[in-house]
């Protein structure tokens, strides 16, 4: 099996240490078995993305000597297959429309006298999930915004038991209320972050997906969409992250850590990864493990 594996930066900011970081390590995996390594610009993320940082993203990976295989992927050229994905789940009847605010989603919180659970508050409360089909449709034909949700109730009853294997932390049993109903889809742009990366991970043939191990929650959910969508099983490796002084995980708006503004210091492409190195070389142990 030749191995692939891919970095998926979004646009919509600089590259800093952590991005680095993720891209090495999907790179040495790759390279250390002559495999393939791919460049996805996950660029779904409406006015927040910018030409600009395409190219910088790409820049800063050539200059760190981190170079890709093939063309980069965007997925803003992939909308057709998200779509027949979606209207798969639609025909299962294990997506529906979801018309909540983000202030509606709270105050039904507080009206059960509970409290959100997941990352950014953002496990949400089923409101929707039984909404009558003829309600439903109104709303739809009244123009009211929606988005498409994950009916994981369903899913979980037709997908069965699972499991994902990680190469940090072991056999994992997928939990498929991790993330609650996920939005699968919003009407703008028609995907999601959930939806299109595991429609493009099938796509790119990635057999092992590394990235941070903050991401490990949305992974029960991926899992439950590639059983879904009778899509392959990856392989992953959900890693340590590069932390600032606080201990916090890195952002784009801190751009002194970012890679342009390492550069512009006078730092060198080695001296940038050394940056990394403490980190990098657990996750090594982890791959080799």
Known sequence: MMIHTRFAPSPTGLMHLGHALAARVAFTLARQSNGIFHLRHEDIDGPRVREEFYN????????????????????TSRIPAYTAALRTLRERKLIY??????????QEWARIGAAPHGENDSIYPATCRNLPAEEAEMKIASDIPYAWRLDTQSAAKIAGPLVFQDLHFGKITVNPDALGDVVLARKDIGTAYHLAVVVD?????????????????????????QALLDLPEPIYHHHPLVLDEHGQRLAKRNESQSIAALRAGGMTPSAVLALTESVFQKNLLGLSG
């Not at 200059?63 to 295989?69: A, H, Q």
């Not at 429309?97 to 983000?102: A, D, Q």
């Open 56 to 75: 910088r993203i790409e820049e800063d990976l050539n200059w760190l000597g981190l170079n890709w295989d093939g063309d980069p992927l965007r997925q």
């Open 97 to 106: 429309p979801c018309f909540c605010t983000r202030r509606e989603i709270q």
């Open 201 to 225: 991970d099938a796509f790119q043939k990635i057999t092992h997906v590394t990235r941070g191990e903050d991401l490990l929650a949305s992974t029960h959910i991926h899992r439950l969409l």
